[in-house]
């Protein structure tokens, strides 16, 4: 028989930290909207200099036990890749308590990819800049505006 290996556990604070300064150096907005278990959660914000470039939301790290997704968009943060031709919205680490505890669920057992219709973790506050409110499946409230082209990118 098989023996199932965990996930490595990854300190979700100090991950944190690191897409905070990341995000700062690439000109990002940090913007904390509430936290888990005293884990933060936050959105990184970097409007396009200009109207009219498409606006793209990019998610990560809901499930806690597949660490590569935040750990490929911090990469991709440090190297510059998010540039002026677009307007950035990035939830990154969407399940702290799960990657502490390299589960796929999030402190509460539930996981996060399967609660959109049922609703059994707490709403977000509406006041999210980047995650859009309620839901970071909704788009953020600045690529909803009609006219402007969007994308939803989710990485789990």
């Known amino acids: 028989m098989d023996t199932v290996k965990a996930a490595p556990v990854i300190e979700p604070r100090a991950l944190a930290e690191r897409f905070s300064a990341a995000a700062r150096a ?3 907005n940090v913007d904390r909207f509430g936290s888990v278990r005293g884990y933060p ?11 009219g470039r498409p606006s793209i939301y990019l998610s990560a790290g809901i499930h806690g036990d597949e660490p590569a997704s935040p750990l490929a968009l911090l990469r991709l943060l440090e190297a510059g890749t998010f540039d002026a031709r677009a307007s950035w919205y990035l939830c990154p680490l969407l399940n702290p308590t799960g990657l502490a505890t390299g589960t796929r669920e999030n402190a509460e057992g539930v996981d996060l990819n399967r609660d959109y219709r049922h609703g059994a973790t707490p709403r977000w506050p509406h006041t999210s800049p980047g995650c859009g409110g309620s839901r970071h499946s909704r788009l953020p409230s600045a690529c909803t505006k009609t006219g402007r082209r969007k994308a939803f990118i989710s990485t789990n």
């Open 26 to 28: 690439g000109g990002f």
């Open 41 to 51: 959660l936050f959105a990184l914000t970097k409007p396009a200099p200009t109207d």
